[in-house]
């Protein structure tokens, strides 16, 4: 659900700015309020790729916000619906930027954890991203693979080690995110 929150979202992001600049310039006037979420939102994304995030009420805040910044957007500028929503848009994308910036403060403090995951899949498209479950759900995030391009099936060569900060149960923060050769497994009745 992330991925394609994340593709919306940039979708609705790169319409959204090439629409205010393309205002701008036609009627010689910025919209200094619609500016500042969408330099808000992008920073916000931009923040919580460093972290996994298992909690289901971040799935709905997410929502929430992407909601209010794509409806600053289609209410009619001059309505008092209009100071509403860009206000509850402007405030929470305000508070998630600073909860982000609070957490990388917190995660500077503590000790950190190396996790060896299984890989669940990756992809060579546009973006080279790998694929992962942690604490049940599922992640994706941006990886150079172009090392790995004589691998046959990267799923059965390697598993993926991840360095992480947990700061509560539902939030670790990444530090970084690397490929390992898979441990050949020896029987020990002189086997394979």
Do not use: H
């Amino acid at each position: 659900m992330e991925n394609t929150l994340r593709y919306i979202f940039i979708a609705i992001i790169v319409y959204a700015v090439g629409m205010e600049i393309y205002k701008a310039v036609r009627t010689r006037t910025i919209d200094y309020l619609l500016w500042a979420i969408i330099g808000l939102f992008g920073i916000a994304i931009w923040l919580s790729r460093g972290f996994l995030i298992t909690c289901q009420m971040y799935d709905l805040a997410t929502w929430v916000v992407g909601l209010l910044t794509i409806g600053s957007y289609i209410v009619p500028k001059q309505s008092k619906a209009s100071r509403w929503v860009k206000g509850g848009a402007l405030s929470c994308l305000s508070l998630a930027v600073i909860g982000f910036i609070s957490l990388i403060i917190i995660a500077k403090q503590k000790d950190y954890i190396v996790i060896e995951k299984p890989l669940k899949g990756y992809s060579t498209s546009n973006i080279d991203e790998i694929y992962f479950r942690y604490n049940g759900i599922s992640f994706g995030r941006t990886f150079n693979l172009r090392e790995y391009s004589g691998a046959e099936d990267l799923r059965k060569d390697y598993n993926m080690e991840l360095t992480l900060i947990p700061i509560v149960a539902d939030i670790a923060k990444i530090e970084s995110i690397d490929l390992v050769p898979k441990q050949k497994l020896i029987d020990q009745k002189g086997g394979k």
